[in-house]
């Protein structure tokens, strides 16, 4: 059998046997005739004459012509999931994507906001309720304090050391740092304790800093 022939079984194989979206058999799909039409230009058809130096030259092509990472890193499990399939159909006894990696993929950068933005998000004018003295306070804290998302949802009050310009954070793995807060930050979140918290407790005592409508702790998806 040879490699065009097999890729039609290995995509039946997926969609009949694996169950696998339509989607998924789609862009497998192309991937794999991609890959098998490189293949026969170098005058490979036959399974069995893959070898691992084509494989990992047809990668490189991949990224070369500007594929995106994400998108090498689909065809590279396709043509693995290929290769598998051909052997344990016993197609062909040659498996050169047996151990073959996927790519590495690139450190993604975080986005980051400029000082202008920043500055225009934090001297917009915010209602003077209670939500609205917490969302001032979060916009403050989270820049001021330079916290994540999920640290300030997780302060409680004890944890607020504001006569010492200090707050205890908990960050990944339950460690502990503390954090100097300070100008603006202090004082919107010391407006917000004094005057907004209070009036968003229920009638379950929380003691999370950071209240939502219904007196539970604020959840990070919340502050998205």
Same mark, same amino acid.
């Given at each position: 059998?040879?490699?065009?022939? @097999? $890729?039609?079984?290995?995509?039946?194989?997926?969609?009949? =046997?694996?169950?696998?979206?339509?989607?998924?058999?789609?862009?497998?799909?192309?991937?794999?005739?991609?890959?098998?039409?490189?293949?026969?230009? %170098?005058?490979?058809?036959?399974?069995?004459?893959?070898?691992?130096?084509?494989? *990992? $030259?047809?990668?490189? @092509?991949?990224? =070369?012509?500007?594929?995106?990472?994400?998108?090498?890193?689909?065809?590279? !499990?396709?043509?693995?999931?290929?290769?598998?399939?051909?052997?344990?159909? =016993?197609?062909?006894?040659?498996?050169?994507? !047996? &151990?073959?990696?996927? /790519?590495?993929?690139?450190?993604?950068? /975080?986005?980051?906001? !400029?000082? $202008?933005? @920043?500055? %225009?998000? #934090?001297?917009?004018?915010? /209602?003077?309720?209670?939500?609205?003295?917490?969302?001032?306070?979060? #916009? $403050?804290?989270?820049?001021?304090?330079?916290?994540?998302?999920?640290?300030?949802?997780?302060?409680?009050?004890?944890?607020?050391?504001?006569?010492?310009?200090?707050?205890?954070?908990?960050?990944?793995?339950?460690?502990?740092?503390?954090?100097?807060?300070?100008?603006?930050?202090?004082?919107?979140? *010391?407006?917000?304790? &004094?005057?907004?918290?209070?009036?968003?407790?229920?009638?379950?005592?929380?003691?999370?800093?950071?209240?939502?409508?219904?007196?539970?702790?604020?959840?990070?998806?919340?502050?998205?």
């Amino acid at each position: 059998m040879d490699l065009e022939r @097999a $890729e039609g079984e290995y995509l039946n194989y997926l969609a009949v =046997e694996r169950g696998s979206s339509d989607n998924t058999v789609v862009a497998y799909g192309r991937d794999l005739t991609r890959y098998v039409g490189w293949l026969a230009g %170098r005058g490979v058809s036959d399974p069995d004459d893959v070898t691992r130096a084509l494989v *990992e $030259e047809h990668i490189a @092509a991949l990224v =070369e012509v500007g594929l995106a990472p994400a998108s090498v890193e689909r065809a590279v !499990s396709a043509i693995k999931g290929f290769h598998r399939f051909m052997v344990n159909d =016993e197609i062909c006894s040659a498996f050169p994507t !047996s &151990d073959l990696p996927l /790519p590495a993929k690139p450190a993604r950068l /975080p986005d980051v906001i !400029s000082v $202008e933005d @920043a500055e %225009r998000l #934090l001297d917009q004018p915010f /209602p003077s309720t209670p939500a609205g003295l917490r969302d001032h306070a979060i #916009l $403050e804290v989270l820049y001021g304090c330079g916290l994540r998302a999920s640290e300030l949802c997780g302060l409680d009050q004890r944890a607020v050391l504001l006569d010492e310009g200090l707050l205890r954070v908990f960050g990944k793995g339950g460690k502990e740092r503390v954090v100097p807060v300070l100008g603006a930050a202090a004082a919107t979140l *010391e407006d917000y304790l &004094d005057r907004g918290r209070g009036a968003l407790v229920g009638r379950r005592p929380c003691d999370a800093v950071f209240l939502n409508v219904r007196g539970g702790r604020l959840s990070r998806q919340s502050v998205h």
